[in-house]
Each structure stands twice: as structure tokens, then as C-alpha cells.
């Protein structure tokens, strides 16, 4: 220290061109010693710094980050930039959809469902209307049935498409969003020409559906699944062989099949890990054990097959949309139940009976028997199960979600921690979450 | 530990594939083979067993419901190796006790039997913690605690999960609780007014703040008052 001070030696610091590492492995930055034209090193300077590398830092993303995907807040201890824990925190979003339900009729439930996972309500419709068909015991028709599964399909396309964008511009691929985000649009269209809703759907009632399909909305959706292979392959193809994408996400957030099984994980993040489990096959609804279609299983459970399970299923649903709609009977929509189905406008403004039934339907709501059900569908992020309890009025005495992204990003603790910082977008992204579902 | 089940259809691949159901009876219909093997496996502990629209339940023993749910887990005659779900129903009835549901698969039995317990309305609501067991139940139990305040016993974090963690008016899912909210919406207003957005750490992150020393003045104070609540068997800094 005294030597600088003394005039004759002048103290450069110089950025080194290589640098190199000292003994505790920082870079080497030491002030150098001009002395007749050499340059000597001197002592390194002892500094008031304390030494950090063996603390740990406090990270706090979200809950207004776009990399959380809504307003998902995660507390994480880093070691440097690896994780060490971390503690996330949802609710931001709760409004108490459960607490609601209990206060409406079972019909009045359905405008709910499109808003807990927005990127999935066809599925959301169907789903619950399918636990209150169980719990009022009435089953509904065959073109109803098949109606059903395309709405299902195509809202499994919309949401694996979102993923599938959203995700590549996490990990830094802005050009499949474009081009997938337009196929979005064509579903979007298509559901505006059969409900005239385009988000928020309501699509199904209790009994049936809202609408029948258009004249030529059929051949709509011909021209979509003619369309939408080759954007899916094309953006595919941009990503699945890439070294950047492989790099982001190989062996990230790997989950074995007994941890994903026992973690409660379904869907493509229970499939990624080698869990051949789809409700669609092993609890079936909707006759879907009579489509051909396979369920893809990945093996190492990471971000990549994640990636592979959700392409895979969306060509599946491909498959599932072209039978659905070469099989699509003719026939009533709605089930002929007057306890559920409101009578046809003529008749409600010209009979007086009609009327009567109309005012009582719409005001009184229909009442199930008195029991429970649980029904669960595959939704694109999972098991997706409506538990219902009814004491025999018109309002349910519990309606309990089962949302799958909750209990998917129950793991993420788990599946972060030992990765670096940037990992945890990659991997919170392989999850697939909608917050409003989360925290309902 | 056994092996995992990758597919069901791999375990039993004489067995007819599953089809959708049709014209499911309200009550009876085939019933669960898991419950004539409980019964005779646990005695007392299985209360009773209905069959409503296809799905069993087991009303169980809550002494007993650990031991039970352990068995179906690991027996490999039942090997219900999946929880679907954690909750609670509370009737209008007001005389009829809290009844708190699991939700359980066998993923390659194919099976699917649903689990209850009731609480009287006066008693005390602790039900076990089937964390380890299944380690998904972890925020299925919290949210139930959180909506309906029923206490798992075991569980190593139980604290609120939607509901912030200074919520005062309760649980939301109890009948007792209004629509609206208990507080008047002047209160409710004043609360979220008065929160500190930077005091959401819970003292498990405070704790790891702590060690760059760079926690506002207020967090710290927050530490210590909590530090020596627990009667500072930490020790200070």
C-alpha cells in the first residue's frame, strides 16, 4: 500500500486481453508496477468487499414477470446462479370460483369454467357439463358425443399451440409464436362461426351443447386440419433439431416415472416421464376408447420430452379431429328432457305451457338428485376433474376443481432446484401454466 | 419401492379395455374390489361403503386413515399409486359433520375409489397428513387448510396457499363464511392498503436474505420480533 504513495512508481489498473484466474478461481485484475519499462504485479489489494462466494443470494421473479406466464411469483435461493430452493407463491389471481359455484345454478356454473384455464375452455365446458350429465343422470346423443370431442380437440390444439409459442420465446425463438399464433387465430375463427364466442366459449349446457355447428362449419375445420399440419411440422422443425433448443432444454427438470407418478403430475408432464397414463384411454369419456390414436410417451421426463409428448399429441388430435368429423351423425343436439332443456324460442312466446317451462328453467334451474360425482377428462395440462356434490336443490353444495397446473407446479421445487437461474424459465415453461386456473 | 407402472395396458393386457360408461346407476352398481379387501384387512376402521353414480366410497376412521391410505399404496393386491385429489365437503345441513375427501387411483388396476372422513362441526379438524406418502398432496393439503381450515397433521409447511398469509377473515369455503367476504368492503379496502407488498417473505426467505444483511429496516425488525417469539434459540447476529 505505502509504495503507491510514494511518486515514483505509478499504479496502472489494466484490463487484461487474456484474463486469467487466480488461486480462488476469480478473475485475475491485479494492479501492475510500471518500473523501467516492465511490468511487474503487485500484491493484490485487500479490499472492504466482504467475501461473498459462499453466501447465498435472494431471487425474487414475479409475480409481474412475463417469463412466469401470469402472475406465478418464485422465491429462489441461488448458490452463485444455481438454485439451491425454490419457494414459490401463487393466489394473485384467486377470486373464489368454488365459493361462487355454490351460489349458482348448474348452468350458470358453465360462463365460470371458461375462465379458470382460458386457454382450454371448449374443454372446460365439456368437462363440466359431463359431471353434471352424471350427476342429474341423463345421457346425452351420439352428434352430441362427437360435437364434444371436436371442441376438445381443438381447444387441446389452441393450448399446446399457445405452449408451444410462448415457450420458444422464453427459450428465444420469436418466429414459431407468428406462425402458430395464426393457426390459434383459425381455431379462434372457427369457434366464433359455432358459439360466436371466441375465448370464453360457455359452449356446453347441461344436456347438450349451446349450438348446433353452421352450415359449412364443417368444412372449416377440413381446410384448419389440412392447414395446420404443415404449420405445426414446419415450426417443429425449426426447433426440434436445433442445437440452441436442444441445448435449453435437454436433462432440464428431469422427473423420474415413480416421482412424477407420486408427485400427482398428469398429463404431457406425466407422459414426458414415461407414465403411459391418459384419461382419454384408461377412464374413457366421450367414446374415445373408439378413435385410433395414440398416447406418446417420452422417457427422460425433461423439457425436451416434454416438448416431443405435447407435438406428438397435438398430431394425434389431428387424427382424432379427421375421424370425429368423417363419423359426425345427424340428429338432435340436445338431449329430449324438458327438466333440463329449455323449450324452442317459437314455442316459449307462443305457448302458454312453453312459457311456464322456459321461466322455471331459466329462474329455478334445474335440480339433480341428491349425491356426488367426480369426472375427469384430459385436458391439455392434465387430469382435469370436476367433484360435484348436490343435496337435490338447483345449486351444487360443492363444486371442487381439480386443476392439473396446480398440482404440476406443486413439483417445480423439485424440478429447479440443482439448475441454473436462466433453466428456471425453461422449465417453469415446460409446465404449462395458466395462473387462473392455479389459483382460481 | 415397487416398479413403476408406465402403462396399465402393459400390466393386464388380457383385461377388456375400459369403455365409457353408460346409463350409470344412481345408487349400487359394481363395487370397488379395494373395499371387501379393506374391510377385511382393517375391521372397524371401514365405517361403511356406497356405491353413488359408479364411484366408491370408503368412509373410514380418522385414527385409521393413515395406516389405511399407506396400505393402499403400498399393498400390491390395491397399489393405489396416484392421489387425484385433496378436499372437503361442508353440507348446508348444519347438523351433518365436515366430510374431508381423497381421491385415489390405481394406475394399473385402473381403479378409482374415493376415501372420506368425518368431522363433527365442534370438533377439533385435524385429519393426518398423507405427505409422505404422496408427495403431491403437499398444496392440495395447504389450499384445503387454507379454505376450509381443517389442519393436517404432519404436514411440515402448513400455511395458506391462495389466501395470503395475514388473511383474517377465515376460511372461505366454510358455509359460515359470506359470499361478500365477513369484513365490510371499507375494510377490506383499508387491509389491502395497509399490506406491505415487500413483507409477502415468509421467514423462510427472510432467513436467507439475511445473510447479505440487506433486508429493509422493516423486514429486520419483522426477523427479530420473530426470532424472539421463538425464544431466540437461533441466537442473534
Known amino acids: ?440 | 419401492m415397487t416398479a413403476p407402472i408406465t402403462s396399465a395396458t402393459a400390466l393386464h393386457a388380457d383385461a377388456a379395455l375400459p369403455a365409457t360408461e353408460r346409463n350409470v346407476p344412481h345408487h349400487g352398481g359394481a363395487i370397488n374390489p379395494s373395499v371387501e379387501a379393506l374391510k377385511h384387512t382393517f375391521g372397524d376402521a371401514i365405517v361403511r361403503a356406497d356405491v353413488m353414480w359408479g364411484e366408491t366410497t370408503v368412509f373410514v376412521h380418522v385414527d385409521q386413515l393413515h395406516a389405511i391410505v399407506q396400505w393402499l399404496h403400498d399393498d400390491p393386491s390395491q397399489r393405489y399409486d396416484y392421489l387425484v385429489d385433496v378436499t372437503a365437503v361442508e353440507y348446508r345441513d348444519a347438523l351433518r359433520p365436515i366430510e374431508v375427501v381423497w381421491h385415489l387411483r390405481a394406475l394399473g388396476y385402473r381403479r378409482f375409489l374415493r376415501l372420506k372422513v368425518e368431522l363433527p362441526k365442534r370438533s377439533t379438524m385435524i385429519v393426518p397428513s398423507i405427505i409422505d406418502i404422496y408427495s403431491g398432496a403437499d398444496w392440495l393439503e395447504r389450499e384445503c387448510y387454507d379454505m376450509f381450515g381443517i389442519k393436517f397433521d404432519g404436514h411440515p409447511d402448513l400455511r395458506r396457499i391462495l389466501l395470503w398469509d395475514s388473511y383474517k377473515e377465515g376460511h372461505p369455503l366454510r358455509k359460515n363464511f359470506p359470499l361478500r367476504g365477513r369484513f365490510s368492503r371499507a375494510e377490506q379496502l383499508k387491509q389491502a392498503l395497509a399490506q406491505d407488498p415487500e413483507a409477502r417473505y415468509s421467514m423462510n426467505e427472510l432467513t436467507i436474505a439475511e445473510a447479505f444483511n440487506s433486508l429493509p429496516e422493516d423486514m429486520r425488525r419483522r426477523l427479530a420480533a420473530e426470532r424472539a417469539a421463538r425464544g431466540g434459540e437461533e441466537g442473534g447476529e
Open chain 1, 1 to 440: 500500500m505505502t509504495d503507491r504513495m510514494t511518486g515514483e512508481r505509478r499504479t496502472i489498473e489494466m484490463a487484461l486481453g487474456t484474463s486469467g484466474l487466480d488461486a480462488q478461481g476469480q478473475p485475475l485484475r491485479a494492479p501492475l508496477v510500471v518500473q523501467g519499462g516492465s511490468a511487474v504485479a503487485l500484491e493484490t489489494m485487500s479490499t472492504d468487499e466482504p467475501d461473498m462466494s459462499a453466501d447465498h443470494m435472494l431471487i425474487n421473479i414475479g409475480p409481474q414477470h412475463p417469463a412466469t406466464h401470469g402472475v406465478l411469483r418464485l422465491v429462489l435461493e441461488l448458490d452463485g446462479e444455481t438454485v439451491v430452493r425454490c419457494i414459490p407463491h401463487i393466489g394473485y389471481l384467486h377470486c373464489g370460483f368454488e365459493k361462487i359455484g355454490e351460489y349458482r345454478q348448474y348452468n350458470q356454473i358453465i360462463p365460470w369454467t371458461d375462465r379458470e384455464d382460458y386457454l382450454n375452455s371448449p374443454g372446460n365446458n365439456v368437462a363440466f357439463a359431463l359431471g353434471c350429465e352424471r350427476l342429474f343422470g341423463v345421457e346425452i346423443t351420439p352428434r352430441c358425443t362427437v360435437l364434444r370431442v371436436i371442441a376438445m380437440e381443438l381447444a387441446r390444439i389452441i393450448s399446446h399451440v399457445v405452449w408451444l409459442g410462448t415457450t420458444s420465446v422464453d427459450i428465444g425463438a420469436f418466429t414459431p409464436f407468428l406462425w402458430l399464433y395464426q393457426e390459434r387465430e383459425n381455431v379462434y375463427n372457427l369457434l366464433e362461426g359455432w358459439v360466436g364466442a371466441r375465448l370464453t366459449t360457455s359452449m356446453t349446457r347441461v344436456g347438450g351443447m349451446a349450438a348446433d355447428i353452421p352450415d359449412g362449419w364443417l368444412d372449416g375445420l377440413r381446410a384448419f386440419i389440412k392447414g395446420f399440419s404443415s404449420t405445426l411440422e414446419e415450426s417443429v422443425r425449426m426447433l426440434e433439431t436445433n442445437a440452441i433448443w436442444a441445448g435449453r432444454t435437454v436433462g432440464l427438470g428431469a422427473m423420474s416415472a415413480e416421482e412424477a407418478v407420486n408427485a400427482g403430475l398428469s398429463g404431457p408432464m406425466l407422459r414426458a416421464s414415461g407414465v403411459a397414463y391418459d384419461v382419454r384411454k384408461d377412464f374413457p369419456y366421450l367414446d374415445y376408447e373408439t378413435y385410433d390414436f395414440d398416447v406418446p410417451v417420452g422417457t427422460a421426463g425433461d423439457v425436451y420430452d416434454r416438448f416431443l409428448v405435447r407435438v406428438e399429441e397435438m398430431r394425434q388430435s389431428i387424427r382424432i379431429l379427421d375421424q370425429a368429423v368423417r363419423r359426425l351423425p345427424d340428429g338432435p343436439v340436445n338431449v329430449d328432457d324438458p327438466r333440463l332443456i329449455l323449450p324452442p324460442k317459437h314455442k316459449a312466446t307462443s305457448e302458454m305451457e312453453s312459457m311456464i317451462h322456459h321461466f322455471k328453467l331459466v329462474m329455478e334451474g334445474p335440480r339433480p338428485p341428491a349425491g356426488e360425482c367426480y369426472v375427469a377428462v384430459e385436458s391439455p395440462k392434465g387430469e382435469k376433474g370436476y367433484y360435484l356434490v348436490s343435496d337435490g336443490s338447483a345449486k351444487p353444495v360443492r363444486w371442487r376443481i381439480r386443476p392439473p397446473s396446480f398440482v404440476n407446479l406443486s413439483a417445480i421445487p423439485k424440478m429447479v432446484e440443482g439448475h441454473l437461474l436462466s433453466d428456471v424459465i425453461a422449465i417453469n415453461a415446460s409446465i404449462d401454466i395458466v395462473m387462473g386456473e392455479i389459483d382460481r
